[in-house]
């Protein structure tokens, strides 16, 4: 019984652990594709002035 729960703790906090990593990974993409896209705006001022 007890290898029992032991397994399912495991098993959930294997899950929480993946959600953490897969959050940690996607903000640091959306960061680095915000580190590039200042020379958008830059772009379309000079074409609006």
Same mark, same amino acid.
């Given at each position: ?7 399912? #703790?495991?098993? =959930?906090?294997?899950? #929480?652990?993946?959600?953490? =990593?897969?959050?940690?990974? #996607?903000?640091?993409?959306? %960061? ?9 705006? %830059? ?7």
């Amino acid at each position: 019984m007890l290898v029992f729960v032991a397994t399912i #703790v495991l098993y =959930v906090f294997g899950f #929480v652990f993946l959600y953490g =990593v897969i959050r940690v990974g #996607v903000r640091h993409g959306i %960061q680095d594709a915000e580190a590039n896209r200042p020379e958008v705006p %830059q772009r379309r001022q000079l074409t609006e002035v």
